[in-house]
């Protein structure tokens, strides 16, 4: 077995009480490709864009298997930029659905490379992870439409006007570019949100999941365990004008779910929040390596707890902007790296379409497993998850895969000590999760539904160290 070639200190910290597990992508031996590389950047522009994805009435969350949308609380929102130069142009994208999975994930980054004039490998599509939100794989989707007695994945037709509607918001937003100037970075601790998920037993192994909300007395008093406590900003300016402010945090993002109301929940309500307040700058929210973190320890998933938590990820927001300091635009760099871990062994397709067709089997055992096969049926193909980072001066926004575990950005952080590292993951969903290598003989959820072997953690350490290397500055 590959050892992991993560740090020692987060190989010694994923042996403690709790354990983060998720990881993506064994290399595929494409070339690590620098698109954009030079000690200058004159004429940088960027061109914010926002558009719809709510969830219409009546369609399925988190894949079909909770109750499907009943009711629009507040709106889901897929907000980026494009950053244009005189080379060809880079976007940048955060969802707030479930996820983007496959050939669902490829055809956003087509539709979006479309419309800026560019390639899909400069452009990055990030999900939040919301739960009362479509999680979107066609694959899947035509597999159990195939059976004709199961709840839709994902409305096709729905999933083709959000691209039309990303197109549009896209070329819109070019012909309204500004110029960018500066860059600043800065950071703040979030208070009472963010706690690891996985509870080991004296054997090492899981004993019980904290997951976004528990009732469990237990689950409040034991320490968050390893997480990542900081929210991170990356802000892009024209002089003094803040022209966009990116943020990244680390957690699951839901309050509460599984009601059929219709959500960008307490991150996305804390990012509007924020935008009501500076209309004049566009403000992005990502989710970082955030699978095996959640809100369990201070959550109990009552409804009075989500303003507390929307009330907390904008008190650091806002604490994280009063740290930016602004900087002169020297250096910029897009670089990617093309991974494909391999697949579980235990994994074949005849076994898992049986169980699909198995119609004494409840929903969630007959819609989630044409997940697994979507992933086993893209692996055979060969059709690699690409990694990329945007390196700006001394700050780097790294773009990963799935439901990564918080080592792996504490990891990232620790490869870069003289960069200031912001991780957005939950890109192309196609592994689920990503646990560590040592993850796997814990057991627990997150890694009954990690779709690649243990040997991605070498695979996708190499690839991030890789991203963090190739940076101009």
């Not at 627990?444 to 963090?468: H, M, N, R």
Request: proline residues 6%.
């Amino acid at each position: 077995m590959a050892r992991s070639t993560r740090p020692q200190a987060h190989r010694d910290s994923s042996r403690r009480l709790f354990l983060g597990t998720l990881a993506a992508g064994i290399a595929s031996g494409v070339e690590l490709r620098s698109l954009i590389a030079g000690a200058t950047t004159p004429g940088l522009r960027i061109a914010p864009f926002r558009f719809d994805v709510t969830s219409p009435i009546g369609h399925g969350m988190c894949g079909g298997w909770i109750k499907p949308a009943e009711v629009i609380d507040d709106p889901q929102e897929a907000i980026g930029y494009v950053l244009l130069s005189s080379s060809a142009p880079i976007v940048v994208c955060s969802v707030d659905w479930t996820g983007l999975l496959n050939a669902a994930h490829i055809e956003w980054r087509k539709a979006l490379a479309e419309a800026a004039g560019t390639t899909p490998d400069r452009v990055a599509v990030q999900c939040v992870h919301q739960h009362n939100a479509p999680f979107a794989c066609l694959e899947a989707e035509r597999i159990v439409s195939e059976q004709g007695d199961l709840p839709h994945i994902m409305d096709v037709d729905f999933f083709r006007r959000c691209l039309d509607a990303g197109r549009a918001a896209v070329e819109k937003a070019i012909g309204e570019a500004r110029t960018v100037s500066h860059i600043a970075h800065g950071e703040a601790k979030v208070d009472k949100v963010a706690g690891n998920r996985r509870i080991l037993g004296p054997d090492g192994r899981v004993i019980s999941q904290r997951g976004s909300s528990s009732k469990d007395p237990e689950h409040h008093r034991l320490p968050e365990g390893l997480i990542d406590p900081m929210l991170k900003t990356v802000s892009f300016y024209d002089n003094e004008t803040k022209l966009v402010s990116c943020h990244y945090y680390a957690c699951h993002p839901m309050s509460y779910y599984g009601d059929g109301r219709v959500s960008a929940d307490f991150c996305g309500l804390a990012r509007r929040r924020r935008q009501e307040e500076e209309p004049g700058c566009t403000h992005i929210y990502f989710n970082g390596c955030g699978g095996n973190i959640g809100a369990g320890k201070y959550n109990d998933g009552s409804k009075e707890m989500r303003p507390v938590l929307v009330q907390r990820i904008y008190d650091a927001i806002v604490s994280s902007e009063a740290t930016l300091q602004r900087e002169p635009l020297k250096s910029l760099g897009w670089v990617t790296k093309d991974i494909l871990p391999p697949t579980q062994a235990q994994y074949r397709e005849e076994e898992i379409m049986r169980q699909i067709s198995d119609t004494t089997q409840p929903v969630v055992n007959r819609n989630r497993p044409s997940y697994i096969v979507s992933w086993i049926r893209r692996s055979q193909q060969q059709i690699p998850i690409t990694l990329s980072a945007l390196h700006i001066n001394r700050t780097s926004m790294l773009h990963l895969p799935a439901e990564s575990f918080i080592e792996y950005q504490l990891a990232a952080q620790e490869f870069a000590k003289d960069r200031f590292v912001a991780c957005a993951a939950y890109g192309d969903g196609g592994p689920w999760y990503i646990p560590t290598e040592e993850a796997y003989p814990q057991g627990g959820y997150e890694v009954s539904v990690a779709w690649c072997s243990q040997q991605v953690d070498p695979i996708l350490t190499d690839g991030i160290e890789k991203l963090l290397d190739a940076h101009p500055a």
